[in-house]
Nanobody
Framework: QVQLVESGGGSVQAGGSLRLSCTYN?????MGWFRQAPGKEREALARITDAGTTGYAKSVKGRFTISQDIAKNTLYLQMDSLLPEDTAMYFCATHWRNWCSLAQSDFEYWGRGTQVTVSS
């Protein structure tokens, strides 16, 4: 059973930074970060392969950085220049497939999320 646990969320002022972490119990080829704001659909943010190849959504490219420490079984999302519209619940996810895209339907295992609130 693949288990994912997010942490690092909190409240921050606009322009600030946060680093989210996601610990997992099984190394997978592809891992991703997603978010869902109240009343909105879940949005894909970034993905990374076990070799370190990354991909980003246009909405966060240049502000967010995905990385991982496989030795520590931990996935990260560094979020800089945060905006009030970044306020959402943030989730990490993974799957067993041998490709890696931002397609949410590919991701089978999800954490419970960590809340990020950005005030203006």
């Amino acid at each position: 059973q693949v288990q994912l646990v997010e942490s690092g969320g909190g409240s921050v002022q606009a322009g600030g930074s946060l680093r989210l972490s996601c610990t997992y119990n099984s190394t997978m080829y592809c891992m991703g970060w997603f978010r869902q704001a109240p009343g909105k659909e879940r949005e894909a943010l970034a993905r990374i392969t076990d070799a370190g190849t990354t991909g980003y959504a246009k909405s966060v490219k240049g502000r967010f950085t995905i990385s991982q420490d496989i030795a520590k079984n931990t996935l990260y999302l560094q979020m800089d220049s945060l905006l009030p519209e970044d306020t959402a619940m943030y989730f990490c996810a993974t799957h067993w497939r041998n490709w890696c895209s931002l397609a949410q339907s590919d991701f089978e295992y999800w954490g419970r999320g960590t809340q990020v609130t950005v005030s203006s």
